[in-house]
């Protein structure tokens, strides 16, 4: 069965640091790219960082570009998001996606994504 479940969402300070786990199944990361994506209330979603199958190339959004990295554990079939110097407005739902095959990265655009998780919440609050 197919499923990509994320974790390690929480509260923290700001300027603390999280690292989110997404975690595939039904399929393997060698073949497939994932995105992590965030929406905030009454916000639309936003595309965050990417990472190509077998974890050879990155893209990561300018607006945490420094401050977030992506990678992958293949062996682990996970994928990994951490955050350091977390601020109030990376307070979001994130979440983790498996792109589409078979046509060139154009960018974090969500209709790329044809599978996502339930979603992780992070907080970011003193």
């Known amino acids: 069965q197919l499923q990509l479940v994320e974790s390690g969402g929480g509260l923290v300070q700001p300027g603390g640091s999280l690292r989110l786990s997404c975690a595939a199944s039904?399929?393997?990361?060698?073949?497939?790219?994932i995105g992590w994506f965030r929406q905030a209330p009454g916000k639309e979603r936003e595309g965050v960082s990417y990472?190509?199958?077998?974890?050879?190339?990155?893209n990561t959004a300018d607006f945490v570009k420094g401050r977030f990295t992506i990678s992958s554990d293949n062996a682990k079939n996970t994928v990994y998001l951490q955050m350091n110097s977390l601020k109030p407005e990376d307070t979001a739902i994130y979440y983790c996606?498996?792109?589409?095959?078979?046509?060139?990265?154009?960018?974090?655009?969500?209709?790329?994504?044809?599978?996502w998780g339930q979603g992780t919440q992070v907080a970011v609050s003193s």
């Open positions: 996606a498996r792109r589409r095959r078979g046509s060139a990265y154009t960018g974090l655009r969500a209709q790329d994504f044809d599978y």
């Open positions: 039904g399929f393997t990361l060698d073949s497939y790219g």
């Open positions: 990472i190509s199958p077998r974890g050879g190339w990155t």
